[in-house]
């Protein structure tokens, strides 16, 4: 039975297991490269990494600096070059910028020439023909193909009108996912299948596109997982994160440390940074939060609402003078010694 | 070539284009030869880029120029007659610049020179011949001997040993008074010296001394960077320096005609030390040279006007009220008084200088370098008894851990043992000059000298343990090398402190050594007893051993309660009630609830039992 119990859990009651994670990661943090200097080559998916990585995910940064999404494909392509090479063009962010060699606007006709470029096109896998539909479907606008481009007849001569329509025509998404980027081809060494490595984050568009592999498609950004699959789905993501980042500077940190920041950051229901406006900002007691940063702002609001401190942190309590309620400080005496008689049944 | 190209080149001059040119090297010969005949400047320094196709001549400040002598035609310039004619000083070396035989370089012209390293070695396409092979290197690697063998890390930590070195950093050292002033006792020339070190007269000023080295660990005291020291050398003088330091003080004059007086302070004075800090001042209030002081003592009496004007003037016409000013030897210094000096500021106001000098043997803890980087501190001093000797009784002074030479590449430390020796053992000052020679061939010479005089030629001696008197069963390698001590002191950095001074407004420990200040217990130290769950280890460092207040709470509001002198109680200030509990915290916190309270916000402690 005592056995039994002895298994329920690893860590002693009141280890200080937040603190013990905290210098286990900060420790090794020291030795890592600021800046980690970037492998020269022509990847243009380059996710941040090193320290300033660790940074943005433990601040919860809304959007990575660097948003790369792994988009697996289903068994059928994967195993082809050619064929995942084709869901590149499904996926590639193309907009008519990318396309157009130059926007000719004609005031006095009340028309726009778009004139596009033949290689970019024939890249793209699109025809001149199909970027026109494109417009007159997406803008509903009159667009004619020609020979070498588009041209656009917008029957008014507003100059205004004109000009704010050709900027948005160049803007405008001719194919593939708004948001993914700009994707390439990689092989997995160990299995020898192809995916796609997109430098966007807009996974919720990916997903909805044929041939992808649902279950194992996935992406550095931390916010886009939650917003699709929740809380539980950001908390591992963040662990994930987390753990290669570290990994990839071969510093070798016990994953529990980490599962725990992931843990303490989205326990509250959404992700949460630790600085001031995160973990630190929300701790109950007053001397605490008073003790991190902001001072006045948390005095100024206790005095305001008239708050309590319970004095059951560490912070606080150091700050008084008191034992803190950690390690050989979690335990109280529940009974005097001289009390027991008065309690242990008579012999 | 570049004059075959169709575009023209820009001429860029101090970094502006001021133009273009078609034949650009044309312009650039001609700009060198009008140098070299003197007609322009020989602070011009023109070059030629063939990738960006532009001549750029600069003529500003701030550009690191080399002599050159000039190479013509496969020949350098230089000639034996010239060199005849320096020697008897009918000519000088500006005479060489003038007259086209030496001109410098800056690094963008050098770009388009091709440089001899040695005469030997001129070709036809050689332009110019370095004045020595040793002149690539600037002049603090130079000063050091063998560079050439040592890695540039360990030049880079030289360079900084050599500016902390002691020694006779001025031969007027007894009329100066330097803040501070490290002078060694018996400074000597270095038995491996350089062309550069004797070119500025280093051997004049020289900082350090030549150690009998050998490579021997002994039981273990020279782990890490340790050395060991032989007492009978240091007893000797070895190492052995003097510090001087310096007191200043200046009668100032205040606003209101109010000034600071050097005597006595009166015993009414505010601040006043009590008589034995004053007994070693003369009447006029200045410490007297060759007087012994120690921690504490005055050295200049001075009372000031006090701090804040006060109206008690003419209040019976009593004694003017004055504040001690006093300059007091400062804690864990001890010395003689070398000198006072009166003297007067530019305005007109009288300044004591007092010099304090103390001895200053080498001790445990005290760093020594050689000119290779190698630092140590002194972890033991042996007596010459215990300290392995050779078979000719002769005791290394400084015993190096071998382990200090092959990661750290300072193969230039053991080539200055080995000259050291056969330099000490021959007589002669050693060359050690950087290229000079090559390195087989430097051992190979010194190597013939010690086995002149009955050494084995690699350095290497049977040594025998002090201790058992065995021959040690592998002979070490031993020899004399230059050796620093750096002015880098325990004497002038102890520090204890067990109880002391707390600051006012925390009631926590001072900081700082001139404080007689504690250690920090700082935030990452409070982590680490956190971490562990030493909460009572916590409790006593942070609160037992600083600032523990210990303080009254009113048992029917929380806030503190005061004293009242009066009444002769404590009273609350809010229900003046006199029902209160003792309870422990800390001082700051005390202070933080006085703050708050300061505006006008009550706080109140709400108290378990």
């Given at each position: 039975?005592?056995?039994?119990?002895?298994?329920?859990?690893?860590?002693?009651?009141?280890?200080?297991?937040?603190?013990?994670?905290?210098?286990?990661?900060?420790?090794?943090?020291?030795?890592?490269?600021?800046?980690?200097?970037?492998?020269?080559?022509?990847?243009?998916?380059?996710?941040?990494?090193?320290?300033?990585?660790?940074?943005?995910?433990?601040?919860?940064?809304?959007?990575?600096?660097?948003?790369v999404t792994y988009i697996y494909l289903d068994q059928k392509i994967s195993k082809n070059f050619d064929r995942a090479s084709e869901m590149l063009k499904k996926i590639n962010e193309v907009r008519m910028s990318n396309l157009a060699r130059r926007a000719l606007e004609n005031f006095s006709k009340g028309k726009i020439k778009i004139v596009l470029d033949k290689q970019e096109l024939e890249s793209e896998g699109l025809t001149i023909r199909q970027v026109a539909a494109r417009i007159e479907k997406d803008m509903g606008l009159d667009a004619q193909p020609v020979e070498n481009g588009v041209i656009v007849n917008m029957h008014t001569r507003n100059l205004k009108e004109i000009r704010n329509t050709k900027i948005a025509i160049m803007k405008m998404l001719v194919s593939g996912v708004d948001g993914a980027g700009k994707a390439t081809v990689r092989r997995d060494d160990d299995t020898g299948e192809f995916y796609l490595v997109s430098a966007?984050?807009?996974?919720?568009?990916?997903?909805?596109?044929?041939?992808?592999?649902?279950?194992?498609?996935?992406?550095?950004?931390?916010?886009?997982?939650?917003?699709?699959?929740?809380?539980?789905?950001?908390?591992?993501?963040?662990?994930?994160?987390?753990?290669?980042?570290?990994?990839?500077?071969?510093?070798?940190?016990?994953?529990?440390?980490?599962?725990?920041?992931?843990?303490?950051?989205?326990?509250?229901?959404?992700?949460?940074?630790?600085?001031?406006?995160?973990?630190?900002?929300?701790?109950?007691?007053?001397?605490?939060?008073?003790?991190?940063?902001?001072?006045?702002?948390?005095?100024?609001?206790?005095?305001?609402?008239?708050?309590?401190?319970?004095?059951?942190?560490?912070?606080?309590?150091?700050?008084?003078?008191?034992?803190?309620?950690?390690?050989?400080?979690?335990?109280?005496?529940?009974?005097?010694?001289?009390?027991?008689?008065?309690?242990?049944?008579?012999? | 070539?570049?004059?075959?190209?169709?575009?023209?080149?820009?001429?860029?001059?101090?970094?502006?284009?001021?133009?273009?040119?078609?034949?650009?090297?044309?312009?650039?010969?001609?700009?060198?030869?009008?140098?070299?005949?003197?007609?322009?400047?020989?602070?011009?320094?023109?070059?030629?880029?063939?990738?960006?196709?532009?001549?750029?001549?600069?003529?500003?400040?701030?550009?690191?120029?080399?002599?050159?002598?000039?190479?013509?035609?496969?020949?350098?310039?230089?000639?034996?007659?010239?060199?005849?004619?320096?020697?008897?000083?009918?000519?000088?070396?500006?005479?060489?610049?003038?007259?086209?035989?030496?001109?410098?370089?800056?690094?963008?012209?050098?770009?388009?020179?091709?440089?001899?390293?040695?005469?030997?070695?001129?070709?036809?396409?050689?332009?110019?011949?370095?004045?020595?092979?040793?002149?690539?290197?600037?002049?603090?690697?130079?000063?050091?001997?063998?560079?050439?063998?040592?890695?540039?890390?360990?030049?880079?930590?030289?360079?900084?040993?050599?500016?902390?070195?002691?020694?006779?950093?001025?031969?007027?050292?007894?009329?100066?008074?330097?803040?501070?002033?490290?002078?060694?006792?018996?400074?000597?020339?270095?038995?491996?010296?350089?062309?550069?070190?004797?070119?500025?007269?280093?051997?004049?000023?020289?900082?350090?001394?030549?150690?009998?080295?050998?490579?021997?660990?002994?039981y273990g005291y020279n782990m890490a960077d340790a050395i060991v020291l032989n007492r009978a050398a240091v007893d000797r003088g070895l190492g052995r320096s003097m510090f001087y330091k310096t007191y200043v003080d200046e009668e100032r004059r205040y606003p209101g005609g109010q000034r600071d007086k050097f005597k006595i302070p009166p015993p009414t004075a505010d601040g006043y030390m009590g008589e034995h800090v004053y007994s070693k001042l003369s009447e006029d209030g200045i410490i007297e040279p060759e007087m012994e002081v120690s921690e504490g003592d005055a050295l200049i009496g001075k009372v000031a006007p006090p701090r804040f004007l006060e109206e008690n003037l003419g209040a019976g016409g009593l004694e003017e009220k004055v504040r001690d000013d006093t300059a007091v030897l400062k804690t864990g210094e001890t010395g003689v008084v070398d000198s006072v000096v009166f003297t007067e500021s530019t305005g007109a106001t009288k300044?004591?200088?007092?010099?304090?000098?103390?001895?200053?043997?080498?001790?445990?803890?005290?760093?020594?370098?050689?000119?290779?980087?190698?630092?140590?501190?002194?972890?033991?001093?042996?007596?010459?008894?215990?300290?392995?000797?050779?078979?000719?009784?002769?005791?290394?002074?400084?015993?190096?851990?071998?382990?200090?030479?092959?990661?750290?590449?300072?193969?230039?430390?053991?080539?200055?043992?080995?000259?050291?020796?056969?330099?000490?053992?021959?007589?002669?000052?050693?060359?050690?000059?950087?290229?000079?020679?090559?390195?087989?061939?430097?051992?190979?010479?010194?190597?013939?000298?010690?086995?002149?005089?009955?050494?084995?030629?690699?350095?290497?001696?049977?040594?025998?343990?002090?201790?058992?008197?065995?021959?040690?069963?592998?002979?070490?390698?031993?020899?004399?090398?230059?050796?620093?001590?750096?002015?880098?002191?325990?004497?002038?950095?102890?520090?204890?402190?067990?109880?002391?001074?707390?600051?006012?407004?925390?009631?926590?420990?001072?900081?700082?050594?001139?404080?007689?200040?504690?250690?920090?217990?700082?935030?990452?130290?409070?982590?680490?007893?956190?971490?562990?769950?030493?909460?009572?280890?916590?409790?006593?460092?942070?609160?037992?051993?600083?600032?523990?207040?210990?303080?009254?709470?009113?048992?029917?509001?929380?806030?503190?309660?005061?004293?009242?002198?009066?009444?002769?109680?404590?009273?609350?200030?809010?229900?003046?009630?006199?029902?209160?509990?003792?309870?422990?915290?800390?001082?700051?916190?005390?202070?933080?609830?006085?703050?708050?309270?300061?505006?006008?916000?009550?706080?109140?402690?709400?108290?378990?039992?």
């Open positions: 039975m005592a056995e039994k119990n002895n298994k329920k859990y690893f860590v002693e009651y009141g280890e200080p297991v937040g603190i013990i994670a905290a210098q286990s990661v900060g420790e090794p943090g020291t030795q890592m490269i600021l800046r980690s200097f970037h492998l020269a080559g022509i990847e243009s998916t380059v996710a941040t990494s090193g320290l300033p990585r660790i940074i943005e995910l433990v601040d919860a940064k809304k959007k990575p600096s660097t948003p966007g984050s807009n996974i919720e568009g990916i997903m909805q596109i044929d041939g992808i592999d649902k279950s194992k498609t996935t992406t550095n950004d931390v916010f886009a997982v939650y917003r699709l699959f929740g809380i539980e789905a950001a908390r591992n993501s963040l662990a994930v994160e987390l753990k290669k980042t570290l990994k990839e500077q071969k510093i070798s940190v016990d994953e529990r440390h980490l599962n725990l920041i992931a843990d303490a950051m989205t326990a509250s229901g959404s992700v949460k940074g630790v600085g001031r406006h995160g973990l630190s900002g929300e701790k109950r007691s007053v001397f605490a939060r008073a003790a991190y940063e902001e001072t006045l702002k948390h005095l100024v609001h206790a005095a305001a609402f008239g708050e309590t401190d319970k004095m059951r942190g560490v912070t606080e309590n150091i700050l008084v003078g008191k034992q803190i309620p950690i390690g050989t400080g979690s335990v109280k005496l529940a009974i005097k010694k001289e009390d027991m008689s008065k309690v242990m049944p008579k012999k | 070539m570049a004059d075959e190209k169709n575009t023209k080149a820009y001429v860029y001059m101090n970094g502006r284009v001021v133009g273009t040119v078609a034949k650009p090297l044309e312009l650039v010969e001609e700009i060198r030869s009008a140098r070299r005949r003197g007609m322009l400047s020989g602070e011009i320094n023109v070059s030629y880029s063939d990738g960006l196709n532009a001549v750029s001549i600069n003529t500003d400040r701030g550009r690191i120029r080399k002599p050159y002598i000039i190479v013509e035609n496969g020949k350098a310039k230089l000639t034996n007659d010239i060199i005849e004619k320096i020697k008897s000083k009918e000519i000088n070396f500006n005479y060489l610049l003038r007259n086209g035989i030496v001109e410098y370089l800056d690094a963008e012209e050098e770009e388009n020179m091709l440089v001899a390293l040695s005469e030997a070695e001129i070709t036809e396409k050689h332009t110019h011949l370095e004045v020595d092979i040793s002149s690539i290197f600037g002049f603090t690697v130079n000063t050091s001997p063998y560079p050439e063998h040592n890695s540039l890390a360990r030049h880079a930590m030289l360079a900084n040993f050599a500016k902390q070195a002691q020694g006779l950093y001025a031969t007027n050292f007894n009329q100066r008074f330097d803040s501070r002033a490290y002078v060694l006792f018996y400074p000597q020339k270095p038995v491996v010296s350089t062309v550069a070190y004797d070119t500025v007269r280093m051997q004049n000023h020289p900082s350090g001394q030549n150690f009998v080295v050998a490579l021997s660990t002994y300044i004591v200088k007092v010099r304090i000098r103390s001895i200053r043997i080498p001790e445990n803890g005290d760093k020594f370098a050689s000119r290779h980087g190698q630092k140590g501190v002194v972890a033991l001093i042996v007596p010459p008894e215990d300290m392995p000797f050779t078979e000719q009784g002769i005791v290394p002074d400084l015993l190096l851990n071998p382990h200090s030479i092959p990661t750290r590449l300072t193969f230039g430390h053991l080539l200055e043992m080995l000259a050291g020796k056969a330099g000490s053992v021959g007589g002669t000052v050693v060359d050690g000059t950087a290229f000079a020679e090559a390195g087989p061939d430097r051992i190979d010479a010194y190597g013939k000298i010690l086995e002149a005089q009955g050494f084995e030629r690699y350095g290497n001696e049977i040594l025998y343990d002090g201790i058992t008197g065995m021959p040690f069963k592998s002979s070490l390698f031993n020899g004399v090398v230059y050796y620093n001590r750096l002015y880098h002191m325990v004497s002038n950095k102890i520090q204890v402190r067990s109880r002391g001074k707390v600051q006012i407004l925390t009631h926590q420990p001072t900081e700082g050594k001139a404080r007689q200040g504690a250690l920090r217990f700082g935030e990452m130290e409070r982590d680490a007893l956190i971490g562990y769950g030493a909460s009572l280890l916590l409790k006593e460092r942070l609160l037992d051993q600083s600032d523990k207040a210990v303080v009254l709470v009113c048992k029917d509001c929380g806030s503190l309660g005061y004293y009242d002198h009066i009444k002769k109680t404590m009273v609350c200030p809010l229900t003046k009630g006199s029902s209160f509990v003792e309870v422990e915290i800390s001082y700051a916190f005390k202070v933080l609830l006085d703050e708050i309270k300061s505006l006008h916000i009550m706080t109140s402690l709400k108290l378990n039992e």
